[in-house]
């Protein structure tokens, strides 16, 4: 298995771009996360879905994030418009459910946003 | 609410164990993960404990944990240069509901 894939792996852009992270969870995990992880705040959830469905986007910092999940191959997480303080590593992460207990995560997108 | 809280560094010569504690607040916990991460690298699940167990023992790693303090360890036996990374102690209530990390621990290994 490919595992969690997420692209880009590293973006560069100039305050005030629309940015756009992609996420490819394991091929039949039900369940998928962002997350963001800064140096001041470690690792936070910003929102998870459940069978495509959005549960929990009480993370996500602003109405300049938005997420989406169209199927279950895909996801994307949305900063529009982006800010210097934006700037962080996004990870996804996807979960089987039913029963199984593991969260395996991507390799991340390191965002600068200048 | 819920807080996870580690150590921010440990240092540990090659050969030796590495204990890494952790304490957590939700006694609603249900599973309780160990990940670990290098530099510029994802995080990779290294193992994980039902809140009803003890211990948990995985090759080279054992989790203890102690429900009644809240507290629960990771223990790397003979620990090696390419242990060296952070190592993030994490909570949740289910296994597809959100994880709660703790700042993470910095292992260091000196040869």
């Known amino acids: 298995d490919a595992g969690v894939i997420q692209s880009p792996r590293h973006e560069v852009t100039e305050m005030g771009q629309e940015v756009t992270l992609r996420c490819k969870p394991i091929s039949g995990h039900n369940s998928l996360f962002w997350y963001r992880q800064t140096m001041m705040r470690g690792l936070e959830l910003l929102?998870?879905?459940?069978?495509?469905?959005?549960?929990?986007?009480?993370?996500?910092?602003?109405?300049?994030?938005?997420?989406?999940?169209?199927?279950?191959?895909?996801?994307?997480?949305?900063?529009?418009?982006?800010?210097?303080?934006?700037?962080?590593?996004?990870?996804?992460?996807?979960?089987?459910?039913?029963?199984?207990?593991?969260?395996?995560?991507?390799?991340?997108?390191?965002?600068?946003?200048? | 609410g819920e807080d996870v809280e580690q150590s921010l560094f440990l240092s540990v010569r090659e050969g030796d164990s590495s204990v890494i504690n952790c304490t957590y607040t939700d006694s609603s916990s249900t599973y309780l993960y160990w990940y670990k991460q290098e530099p510029g690298a994802g995080l990779q699940l290294l193992t994980y404990i039902f809140s009803n167990m003890d211990m948990?023992?995985?090759?080279?790693?054992?989790?203890?944990?102690?429900?009644?303090?809240?507290?629960?360890?990771?223990?790397?036996?003979?620990?090696?240069?390419?242990?060296?990374a952070i190592y993030f102690c994490a909570e949740s209530l289910f296994g597809n509901t959100p994880l709660v990390f703790g700042k993470g621990t910095r292992l260091s290994v000196i040869a």
């Open chain 2, 56 to 84: 948990k023992q995985d090759q080279r790693l054992t989790v203890l944990l102690n429900k009644k303090d809240k507290h629960l360890s990771l223990r790397i036996a003979d620990t090696q240069t390419g242990d060296s």
């Open chain 1, 47 to 114: 929102i998870y879905f459940n069978n495509n469905v959005p549960i929990d986007d009480s993370g996500m910092p602003e109405d300049r994030f938005s997420a989406k999940m169209p199927n279950a191959s895909f996801s994307t997480l949305k900063i529009q418009p982006s800010e210097p303080r934006d700037s962080a590593v996004y990870f996804c992460a996807s979960s089987p459910g039913q029963g199984v207990h593991e969260q395996y995560f991507g390799p991340g997108t390191r965002l600068t946003v200048t």
